[in-house]
DNA sequence: TTATCGAAACTGTTATAACAAATCCCCCGG
DNA sequence: CCGGGGGATTTGTTATAACAGTTTCGATAA
């Protein structure tokens, strides 16, 4: 496997270091719900001082990632079932909102970008991984939004992801649920493929949707949230 | 009028006090494209230290409210043609595809608020006074947002609105723009009474779409972004 | 007059320290 | 054995100061 990302490379200043991390912790699922995250503890773990940790616990704070305790001490959101359903409805709003110019847009390297971490998902699914499964569909549906090429989607969708993790982290999807979504995104494909934007909708909408219930406890009452009425 | 919000009442720390306040700012169009936020200005501005300031600052530019500089200074950013037309492509998407649970579950308090905010719309139309206009519009539309009683809706389209709030500034309507917008609320308004979405969501389109020329230069493509190929 | 170099003023960043508030835990009384 | 009270500890917040980078402006030379 060529090394597509060497190493990001810690740049920029220690409180964006700090926040990419904790970021990407969050998206994929390595921290649980109710979870605190005290200012010193994490400074120490990566031999800063207060400050950096702090102001990137604020931006994550901001962003809806965590919230603030009685005491002020950072957390990670434990959500309702109401809640994870409502994430799991604006996630599909903006994803089916945005695939048709995806399906405009997709260069051939997104498509390559895609199968191959399709692949790579499917091979984590018939291993069992489900760590690696949830990372590979994580950055398959992120990559899926790349692909469109609409300013400030990332913005919109990276705080749904950060918030989905801890959800995701404690769910243990199995092994015919896991084929079942490289077979959905198997079918995204063939829609992007073919520029075929209400094809790899149909087949976006059932690949959330089938995950839904897991995730909400069989909530989400109407398929699509606002389609036509 | 009746004091409905007295005063938000400056409480909690002070870094929050800053971001709710430059918030508003941005989102009320005080704020010019390109326009530079020096923290010590600020902090001098509003008497505190750096800290603060800094923290908020920080919080907005992690929104995609600001932008930072080469030399670190926070910005107000310019956005291009492409991205104001994506802006409000998203905001389209996004409100539209709350709109038909707006109608369902909006409350009388909903409506009535509602319709006073464009009546104060109208008047502020009629007497040509487009910073009230644009305010109330605001208010209008987040008022709508919030009908819809969907977790996370708001920290997906105030960051939105932090955005446009430059790009409306610097935009002029006329009186009859500004008269339109508020018959086209009047139709949403009666589609959420009669708890019509298809006709609540047609109307609301209509007001997005007609004032999106003058604020991306004529882009904005295919009428909605999404809805069926 | 214009271009260029250099210094001074300004920028955000980070660490340290003092502070206030909330929390935790142990001890005492029932 | 259970419930409260109170002090010690831990929490985030903020200010100050030292730092490094950038920008800017003026002087000098072509």
């Known amino acids: 496997m060529?090394?597509?990302?060497?190493?990001?490379?810690?740049?920029?200043p220690l409180h964006e270091q700090v926040f990419r991390r904790l970021s990407a912790d969050l998206m994929a699922g390595r921290f649980a719900a109710g979870q605190k995250l005290p200012l010193r503890a994490l400074a120490a773990e990566m031999g800063t001082s207060l400050m950096p940790v702090r102001d990137a616990l604020q931006r994550l704070e901001s962003l809806g990632a965590l919230v603030g305790t009685a005491g002020r001490t950072m957390m990670v959101p434990r959500l309702s079932p109401e809640q994870r359903a409502d994430l799991l409805r604006l996630r599909l709003m903006l994803e089916t909102g945005v695939i048709g110019a995806a399906a405009e847009r997709r260069s051939e390297a997104d498509l390559a970008d895609l199968s191959e971490e399709n692949t790579g998902m499917r091979a984590a699914a018939e291993r069992g991984?489900?760590?690696?499964?949830?990372?590979?569909?994580?950055r398959f549906h992120r990559?899926?939004?790349?692909?469109?090429?609409?300013?400030f989607l990332e913005a919109l969708l990276d705080p749904l992801w950060m918030r989905l993790g801890p959800v995701v982290r404690d769910q243990t999807p199995d092994r015919a649920n896991m084929l079942r979504t490289a077979e959905y995104h198997d079918?995204?494909?063939?829609?992007?493929?073919?520029?075929?934007?209400?094809?790899?909708r149909a087949a976006l909408e059932a690949d959330v949707l089938d995950g839904a219930p897991a995730l909400t406890g069989a909530l989400l009452p109407g398929a699509s949230p606002a389609p036509q009425d």
């Open 143 to 151: 990559g899926l939004a790349a692909a469109a090429r609409i300013h």
């Open 2 to 12: 060529p090394d597509r990302k060497p190493d990001p490379a810690p740049t920029g």
């Open 129 to 138: 991984d489900t760590a690696a499964f949830l990372a590979a569909n994580l």
């Open 187 to 200: 079918a995204i494909l063939r829609g992007l493929l073919r520029r075929d934007g209400a094809a790899a």
